[in-house]
């Protein structure tokens, strides 16, 4: 990679950075391209060389935080081969990334944002991965008989999406236990009885921890991060 291309690299992520950080404190409507190139300490013109507008912004911050967070959810499940393990890991890790990273955060409430066109793509491909891992569960026998999929597939992506877009800096601890509860109240009526013993409402730490490190430094790619949205909604 050459110095010019370098640079010009570092500046996209600062500029989307800067974005994240005013898209998660004034939401889509209210963010002004002014704010954001100052928070850049750039010019409106630089930011326009890169970005056609807000709206071409918005996408980009929503495209990275895509591949960061499938990036987290594919690790996580090659972490743990229990299926309903593996389905609590992945809402822990993405919480807990939610919790430290700006533009992951800002990236998927501008996916859930109703004033915005070509939304909820995290949440569709979100809900393949969760119906993908509870029809595993299944043909393993780890899923109570009475649950139907396509009901329960829908109560978790809601919980587990409505907690997300709350998110807030700093909340990490507060996540964590919103995700442990909603887990300790969900899993005695998603598992099998023989099942349910063996699963951590509250994540597995290692794998966690491994997940969202892990997907934090990778170097952004987008062809990567829609490969990785695409695979980790056809986990099998």
Known sequence: MGLQQDRAMRTRRLMLKSAAEVFDRDDYASARLFDISARANMSTGALHFHFANKEDLAQAVVHEARGTLWRAARLAYEKNSEP??????????????LTWDVVSRAGLRLDNDRSRKGREQFIQAWHACVKRLLDRARQEGRLAAHVQSQATTCAIVAATTGIGVLIKGGDGDRIRMAFTGFWQGFLPGLAAPDALGGLNPGGTDEVVDHAVTASRYLPYDPEDAVGTEVAASEVR
Do not use: N, V, W
């Not at 309903?84 to 990334?97: C, F, M, V, W, Y």
């Open 84 to 97: 309903l393990q593996a389905l609590t890991d992945i809402s822990h890790t993405l919480g807990r990334l």
